[in-house]
């Protein structure tokens, strides 16, 4: 089987990494002045001041554009670019969660390129060259550090992606320390999105190979074994380190073998009802696996026996126990499993399956076809 497989150049795993990368900058780019592209939250948590002060210590001319918003719009990215630009950056950093490094990503390209932003969406729009990109994330669960794919939310609340090798950044650097203020239903809500990342990774249609089936393989490991201990002790510096390298496995396969239904059915959810992305997948994600069954036994019956390597039985028996095992993994963590818990009603379910189905994009990787009726059954079993 033919396959290709594509990462980030440079990934550096390590406590206080992040108040080192003028070192990194300094010895790999000839950078002047930086751009960090970060949100409000990460300021007010006291994670930018530290990184700032040391690249403006190494002449870096650091400046900070604070603005970013959960599910980044149209709007915010231009305004970022627009900083960028007025500021003269020459090197881009995101520091946050994904909408952080989902806007930088696009910052970076905006900064050289003459496209509009609407010509970018889709696979492989993106032309020319970027700024020089670093990925620092302060959360473990998109995976957007090593990925070339940025969603963003249009005008109409629809979410879209840019997928392009040009957004694989220069440099990913994960630093544990700058997850130890996590809340709990943050560290749940965004690892339980890493862990649908690894096994939508495993059981895509398309693109699927070896290196990304052994990558969600252990992304979906060091989840497991490390998230209930992260939730738990906030300050348990091995559990968020296991953590942010669980998610940036999960980050490695996914971009490569792409994600499908449980975020097709799961964007709908956060653009319309502006519910966090991770929620979004955990409310939707068994129902997804049970539909998917038929289809993906074997490939859950693999997976169940990442999470619990004594389990025995047939793949029918321990598919149906991986997918009870991660429905009881929400339950334990506290995360909601109603739609109605974050203010869905049955009158909006049929616009959301109207909305999943025009993603396309990750539809096609699924390994079961869905149709609208499909998507709406989804949606009245989640309600």
């Not at 320390?177 to 339980?192: I, K, S």
Request: aromatic share 6%; hydrophobic share 45%; proline share 6%.
């Amino acid at each position: 089987m033919g396959f290709q497989f594509e990462t980030v150049p440079l990934i550096i795993n390590e406590s206080g990494a992040a108040t080192r990368l003028a070192e990194v900058i300094s010895s790999r780019f000839k950078c002047k002045r930086v751009a960090l592209i970060t949100d409000a939250g990460v300021v007010a948590a006291g994670l930018v001041k530290p990184v700032e002060a040391a690249l403006r210590n190494a002449g870096l001319n650091p400046v900070v554009f604070d603005g970013v918003e959960p599910d980044p719009s149209e709007q915010i990215v231009l305004e970022a670019a627009s900083f960028a630009k007025a500021n003269g950056a020459d090197c881009i950093i995101g520091l946050g969660g994904g909408s952080s490094m989902d806007t930088a990503k696009m910052v970076s390209v905006l900064c050289c390129s003459l496209q509009p932003l609407h010509a970018l969406y889709g696979i492989g729009k993106v032309e020319g060259k970027r700024l020089q990109l670093i990925q620092v994330p302060t959360t473990a669960g998109t995976g957007s550090e090593v990925t070339p794919i940025a969603i963003l939310t249009r005008e109409d609340h629809s979410k879209m992606g840019i997928v392009s090798s040009q957004l694989y950044a220069d440099v990913a650097v994960l630093d544990p320390e700058l997850t130890l203020r996590l809340p709990p239903e943050v560290t749940a809500e965004t690892g339980v999105d890493a862990m649908v990342h690894a096994i939508e990774a495993f059981t895509s249609k398309h693109k699927k190979n070896p290196i990304s089936d052994a990558l969600a393989r252990e992304a979906l490991r060091q989840l497991w074994f490390n998230i209930r201990s992260a939730y738990a002790d906030g300050q348990d510096i091995a559990a968020r380190s296991g953590m942010l390298l669980g998610a940036m496995l999960a980050g490695q396969a996914f971009a490569n073998s792409p994600v499908a239904a449980v975020h097709a059915l799961a964007y709908p959810i956060g653009g319309m009802f502006h519910v966090p992305h991770g929620l979004s997948n955990a409310l939707v994600l068994p129902h997804v696996l049970r539909f998917n069954l038929p289809e993906a036994e074997a490939l859950y019956a693999q997976l169940a026996t990442v999470l619990l390597p004594s389990l025995s039985g047939t793949d029918g028996q321990k598919a149906k126990a991986f997918i009870q095992t991660m429905e009881n993994l929400c339950f334990e963590l506290g995360i909601p499993d109603r739609l109605e818990q974050v203010g869905i009603e049955a009158g909006d379910l049929p616009g959301l399956a109207k909305a999943a189905m025009q993603q396309t994009r990750l539809l096609g990787n699924n390994p079961r076809p869905v149709t609208y009726d499909d998507a709406l059954a989804i949606y009245r079993e989640a309600l």
